[in-house]
């Protein structure tokens, strides 16, 4: 089975300064198709999730441009180019092995 | 607007029985892959469980394979979970989510509570 494992911040994080988490792969994550479906995700205290960025680096409607992924192979990175406070909760990569989802295990973000 | 709503958690013992169901709306619920995932106190996300868009492909994470569920009613828009023999380990809140066409979990609902315990 696919790990993936997340890095780790800084705590507590500076407001207005950029934060990167980084997601590694146990194995390539390219599918069967060719693409990389590596999404992050932002889980606020007592929220569900939400969807920040789908397929490595497609960040959704509504999701502030300070947010950027990137990545190939096995070695993945959320982007945060300025913290605000609002930022704060739990990333966590996730990647479609079909036809379930794997997560990384969190990076929690405090300030 | 999507949403997704989430009902039947409650507190049961070990070796119980608990229907989730999750309700869908504003989008076409038929077309989407559906899963449930669930979360352990203070832990990460496991997805314990996925049905294709119409009903013919299942899968089961394999601590629950042989005693969860998954079904769906796409008339009325409607996902369900079915779980027995539940563990003190099945503990957690669940989450209905829906999967986009880029294969990401877009959507997720509120959650419902299962708490296992005697």
């Known amino acids: 089975d696919i790990v993936m494992t997340q890095s780790s911040l800084p705590s507590p994080v500076t407001l207005g300064q950029p934060a990167s988490i980084s997601c590694r792969s146990s194995e390539s994550l390219v599918d069967i198709d060719g693409n990389i479906y590596l999404s992050w995700l932002h889980q606020r205290p007592g929220q569900p999730p939400r969807l920040l960025i789908n397929k490595v680096s497609n960040r959704l409607s509504g999701v502030p441009d300070r947010f950027s992924g990137s990545g190939a192979g096995t070695d993945f990175t959320l982007k945060i180019s300025r913290v605000t406070a609002e930022d704060v909760g739990v990333y966590y990569c996730?990647?479609?092995?079909?036809?379930?989802?794997?997560f990384g295990q969190g990076t929690k973000v405090e300030i | 607007e999507v949403q997704l709503v989430e009902s039947g958690g409650a507190l049961v013992q070990p070796g119980g029985s608990l229907r989730l169901s999750c309700v869908a709306s504003?989008?076409?619920?038929?077309?989407?892959?559906m899963s449930w995932v669930r979360q352990a106190p203070g832990k990460g996300l496991q997805c314990v469980a996925t049905?294709?868009?119409?009903?013919?492909?299942?899968f089961y994470e394999d601590s629950v394979q042989g005693r969860f569920t998954i079904s769906r009613n796409n008339s009325q828009n409607s996902l369900y979970l079915q779980m027995d023999r539940l563990r003190a380990e099945d503990t957690a809140v669940y989450y209905c989510?829906?999967?986009?066409?880029?294969?990401?979990?877009?959507?997720w609902g509120q959650g419902a509570q299962v708490t296992v315990s005697s």
């Open positions: 989510v829906r999967a986009d066409s880029l294969w990401a979990l877009d959507f």
């Open positions: 049905m294709s868009s119409h009903g013919d492909k299942k």
């Open positions: 504003g989008f076409t619920f038929g077309a989407y892959w």
């Open positions: 996730m990647l479609c092995t079909h036809p379930t989802w794997t």
